[in-house]
């Protein structure tokens, strides 16, 4: 008869003895809340590219007069905003998709599903740095219109627009903007998008004084050497 023997030797840790079954390079299981977390962060990171990806076909539809640049791959640019240039102006269009939810505005409030994201301050945000950026790199103003397009299916209800801020569904969006008239010739939606495309011109350079950009004489202490004295 078999019998079941108890050494008084040292007590093992179970939980070590596994160590070394684990895989090399593999920390230890997330906690069901952030499991949780991560799985929510990962569909609504597939969702945004989706739409992004939905948006970008639709864009097609304006026709050949446009230019739209992805802006995704473009320094520190929202990874969901395209520009688009066309014979209605520069467009900065920020892309959100909340599905089948309802999305109602009240100015620039915004409510889905009980909470209110800043989606129009965040597509203002998106529009001002390209203003800024186009307009560091020509040397002259550039606005740039904030565009806030949904890419999902859910109704979309206003109790009041909010100002200087273009809403729209993704299936509306070539309509919205065409319908914005002809205000830059064919030439200026050329070399607009030609600044919009070069790489530098989303690199924030070094801030340089306003003093040392505008200098009307040689930097060699001789700034009154052109101004003759007048004999008295």
Known sequence: MNELLWTSGPSHNLSA???????????????PI????????????????????RLAHRMTA?????RVLDLKED?????????????????????????????????????????????????????????????????????????????????IVFYGMPKGCIVTSYQ??????????????PATVDKVYAVASHPRTWVNEPYVALADRYRWYPDDGQAGADKKATPR
């Open 75 to 155: 320094g520190e640019s929202d990874n969901t905003t395209f520009l688009a240039v066309g014979p209605g102006g520069v467009f900065a269009v920020t892309v959100k998709d909340h599905g089948r939810s309802r999305i109602s505005f009240a100015g620039d409030v915004v409510q889905v599903n009980g909470m209110r994201p800043r989606h129009v301050a965040e597509a203002r945000r998106n529009a001002q740095v390209a203003a800024d950026a186009l307009s560091r790199t020509a040397g002259v103003s550039i606005p740039v219109m904030p565009v806030l397009a949904f890419a999902g299916s859910g109704t």
């Open 172 to 185: 509306d969006l070539h309509r919205v903007l065409k319908a914005r008239g002809r205000r830059l010739a």
């Open 17 to 31: 003895d596994l160590d070394e079954f684990r895989p090399t390079g593999v920390g230890p299981r997330p906690s």
């Open 62 to 66: 304006l026709g050949s007069e446009w």
């Open 34 to 53: 952030g499991w949780v977390r991560q799985r929510r962060a990962e569909r609504e990171a597939r969702r945004a590219e989706t739409a992004r990806q």
